[in-house]
């Protein structure tokens, strides 16, 4: 399902929320279980809109979410990008999977996003060991078809 | 294709467009962002020379900053609002009290540190340097769980500097890494990439402590199995460095972990400062101006234990 109406105030709202979701400490119990927002919202505004928004957009936002969580400048703006460049090579096949198939998409291409992250945070010498920073693309492809939907319908109706 | 097809003609003409056009070379694009993100992160964690990029970033990004710590904001407002007048009542006069003990402890310390002064005078010491404070308001913790930093509410406008210590009423807390505007970020002494030079009060051993990544844990590097450490021992900061002002307590010798054969001892301390808990700072300043020395060694113990009593209750 594709979309010929893109609202830009939504896409807006929704980039600052998911800024704030992630900077958030509401659940603080939960802190590592909390889904990778922003990059939930790069996914749905490149798989919705491949024309508008790219690689570049991507790379912004990832920078903000760099100086955000005040890690490496570079590191989450090169990992949204790659979000970006994926979705792009995919989305016409992404279109056609049902709703569970996406998820698993989701799931895929938000935890090649926290690799990259991990990965250069190891290198940089500040990793930390486990598989427990999987979690944020886990919890993310959950919560996909909701944050979807809702997005979804903002767009037709401010659109 | 054809259930999206379908769903294409039912939009407006230029959806086909929307479908198939997604900027010229993705491919391309990505390689240039890879190429400026390398360098961006090469500048960043070898040579600290993207600061102003992240301070103004930053400064754009406070609201957002803001809005994130809102809910617990509220949380403590309304925990404010709703506090019955009596337990208000009770905690004027304990502060009030608070306040009796403090003021009767520094009436003693001015005649102290004149005698201090007019000794070290009497040996031409250099007067030590007396340290400004400026207080504080934690206003955020930083949200990746795996590094230590908070988020204070005073920057760039009130002078505030990288590199100036932190401390609360217990003990040394972290130094300021980066200033925005209106809020600066501080490292906490627990952050596993953070080092205090220290000494142990008691005996004068000279060490370096490290922060673990766990709050609760610090650990005391490179110390001979011989050296003069018991459990229990305060550690206060030595000054070495220049970084950090001398004298303050920064961490309690909590367990001691000889094993023969080994070089060094495995010594694990506990924090003093409230890292978790604290919610009022102070920023030191040093001050360029000679003035009376903080305290000498011994008082700044009994000073530490005071603090800790008071702020259980």
């Known amino acids: 399902m594709s979309l010929s109406v893109i609202s830009y105030p939504v896409f807006f709202v929704s980039v600052v929320a998911a800024m704030v979701l992630s900077v958030s400490l509401f659940p603080v119990q939960w802190l590592v279980l909390r889904p990778e927002w922003l990059g939930l919202i790069v996914f749905y505004w490149t798989f919705r809109a491949p024309g508008r928004f790219g690689v570049l957009v991507a790379w912004l936002l990832g920078l903000m979410l760099d100086v955000l969580e005040s890690s490496t400048l570079g590191v989450n703006a090169f990992a949204m990008a790659l979000i970006a460049f994926l979705v792009l090579t995919t989305h016409q096949r992404l279109r056609m999977f049902p709703l569970p198939q996406q998820c698993l998409m989701v799931f895929l291409l938000l935890g090649i996003n926290q690799m990259t992250v991990h990965f250069a945070d190891q290198v940089l010498g500040s990793g930390t060991p486990g598989f427990s920073y999987l979690l944020p693309a886990l919890t993310g492809a959950l919560v996909w078809p909701f944050v979807c939907a809702v997005l979804d319908r903002l767009n037709l109706k401010l659109g | 294709m054809t259930v999206s097809a379908a769903l294409l003609f039912q939009t407006e003409g230029n959806a086909i467009k929307t479908i198939f056009a997604q900027g010229p070379w993705p491919g391309m694009r990505l390689m240039a962002v890879a190429l400026l993100s390398l360098v961006l992160m090469v500048a960043d964690a070898r040579f600290?020379?993207?600061?102003?990029?992240?301070?103004?970033?930053?400064?754009?990004?406070?609201?957002?900053?803001?809005?994130?710590?809102?809910?617990?904001?509220?949380?403590?407002?309304?925990?404010?609002?709703?506090?019955?007048?009596?337990?208000?009542?009770?905690?004027?006069?304990?502060?009030?009290?608070?306040?009796?003990?403090?003021?009767?402890?520094?009436?003693?310390?001015?005649?102290?540190?004149?005698?201090?002064?007019?000794?070290?005078h009497l040996e031409s010491a250099a007067s030590e340097l007396d340290e400004s404070v400026l207080v504080?308001?934690?206003?955020?913790?930083?949200?990746?769980?795996?590094?230590?930093?908070?988020?204070?509410?005073?920057?760039?406008?009130?002078?505030?500097?990288?590199?100036?210590?932190?401390?609360?009423?217990?003990?040394?807390?972290?130094?300021?890494?980066?200033?925005?505007?209106?809020?600066?970020?501080?490292?906490?002494?627990?952050?596993?990439?953070?080092?205090?030079?220290?000494?142990?009060?008691?005996?004068?051993?000279?060490?370096?402590?490290?922060?673990?990544?766990?709050?609760?844990?610090?650990?005391?590097?490179?110390?001979?199995?011989?050296?003069?450490?018991?459990?229990?021992?305060?550690?206060?900061?030595?000054?070495?460095?220049?970084?950090?002002?001398?004298?303050?307590?920064?961490?309690?010798?909590?367990?001691?972990?000889?094993?023969?054969?080994?070089?060094?001892?495995?010594?694990?301390?506990?924090?003093?400062?409230?890292?978790?808990?604290?919610?009022?700072?102070?920023?030191?300043?040093?001050?360029?101006?000679?003035?009376?020395?903080?305290?000498?060694?011994?008082?700044?113990?009994?000073?530490?234990?005071?603090?800790?009593?008071?702020?259980?209750?």
């Open chain 2, 48 to 120: 600290q020379r993207v600061d102003d990029v992240r301070s103004v970033l930053g400064t754009m990004l406070s609201p957002i900053v803001w809005l994130g710590h809102l809910p617990e904001a509220v949380g403590e407002w309304s925990d404010n609002a709703f506090s019955s007048r009596e337990e208000l009542l009770a905690e004027i006069d304990s502060l009030r009290a608070r306040l009796l003990v403090l003021e009767r402890r520094s009436s003693k310390y001015a005649t102290l540190a004149a005698d201090n002064r007019a000794l070290r």
């Open chain 2, 136 to 313: 504080a308001d934690v206003i955020g913790v930083t949200p990746d769980p795996f590094s230590h930093e908070l988020i204070i509410n005073k920057g760039a406008r009130d002078n505030v500097g990288e590199g100036q210590a932190i401390i609360d009423a217990d003990g040394l807390m972290g130094q300021v890494i980066e200033v925005n505007q209106l809020t600066s970020r501080v490292l906490l002494v627990s952050d596993s990439s953070h080092g205090v030079p220290v000494k142990v009060l008691r005996s004068g051993v000279r060490a370096v402590l490290l922060g673990t990544g766990r709050k609760d844990t610090l650990q005391l590097m490179h110390v001979p199995d011989t050296a003069d450490i018991r459990e229990g021992d305060l550690l206060v900061s030595s000054g070495l460095g220049g970084r950090f002002p001398r004298g303050y307590p920064v961490a309690r010798v909590a367990s001691i972990e000889s094993r023969p054969g080994a070089a060094f001892s495995e010594i694990e301390a506990e924090p003093a400062a409230g890292l978790n808990t604290s919610d009022l700072v102070l920023v030191l300043f040093q001050n360029e101006s000679p003035a009376p020395p903080p305290t000498t060694p011994g008082d700044e113990a009994t000073k530490a234990g005071g603090m800790e009593q008071e702020a259980e209750g």
